[in-house]
């Protein structure tokens, strides 16, 4: 079975730091790994993710993430936080032969002016 | 590519009373998924179709809940007799191909609130 955790279910950056948001993942075979956006009131959207290509692996607005198999990690990053970067985050794991997402409980993005 | 479309937005009912909700998923994907998401939580897998092949359930599907996508376009979720703990976020999302390694795309989604 597969699942992951997001470490932090709230996140606070001033406007222009570095935002970090903590996923780690199980999984007893090699997982396909996404990190999504969900604006209030909204469906989620695609930012990136990874398919056992790339290792790091780059995404919409600006966001970034890299697989580490070692640590079973798939920190998302962005080197810059915007405003309209505040948002809720779910980090979602799949595997080959999988059919459905299995998804993290969310990390709330506040960005402060 | 107009996205995924779900009707209606939001769903106000009274305890007991049956609910349908519609998902028109992206036009060339044969995969299509429902989700719940309840407050602070992410997306909960409750089925997926193949097609018109409803090939998965989770144990968080009840006798209660029916989902049916019967051309293999367009889904139905109903609810029968519901409850408060129905009270919820159901998302729907649709992928192109047969492994897992697709990115399912999103509906905005029906809130459903039960009085």
């Known amino acids: 079975a597969q699942s992951v955790t997001q470490l932090g279910s709230h996140v606070s950056v001033s406007e222009g730091a570095l935002v970090l948001l903590r996923c780690n993942y199980s999984?007893?075979?090699?997982?396909?790994l996404f990190w999504y956006v969900q604006y209030p009131n909204q469906g989620l959207q695609l930012l990136l993710k990874?398919?056992?290509?790339?290792?790091l692996v780059k995404g919409i607005n600006g966001f970034e993430a890299e697989f580490k198999k070692s640590e079973t990690s798939f920190h998302l990053t962005k080197p810059s936080a915007h405003m309209s970067d505040a948002a809720e985050y779910f980090c979602?794991?799949?595997?080959?032969?999988?059919?459905?997402?299995?998804f993290g409980t969310g990390t709330s993005l506040t960005v402060i002016p | 590519d107009t996205g995924v479309s779900q009707d209606p937005r939001h769903k106000i009912t009274k305890r007991g009373q049956n609910v349908t909700f519609r998902c028109d998923p992206i036009?060339?994907?044969?995969?299509l998924y429902w989700y719940r998401q309840t407050l602070g939580q992410g997306p909960e897998f409750l089925t997926y179709?193949?097609?018109?092949?409803?090939?998965?359930k989770s144990r968080l599907l009840s006798d209660r809940f029916s989902a049916e996508r019967p051309k293999g376009s367009f889904s139905t979720l109903e609810i029968q007799r519901t409850e408060q703990g129905d009270s919820a976020m159901y998302l729907c999302?649709?992928?192109?191909?047969?492994?897992?390694?697709?990115?399912?795309?999103f509906g905005d989604g029906t809130r459903l609130s039960i009085l």
């Open positions: 999302a649709s992928s192109l191909g047969d492994t897992g390694n697709q990115p399912q795309h």
């Open positions: 999984s007893s075979v090699p997982p396909y």
């Open positions: 990874y398919t056992s290509a790339a290792t």
């Open positions: 979602a794991v799949s595997v080959s032969t999988g059919n459905q997402f299995y």
């Open positions: 036009s060339e994907h044969n995969r």
């Open positions: 179709f193949q097609n018109e092949a409803q090939l998965e």
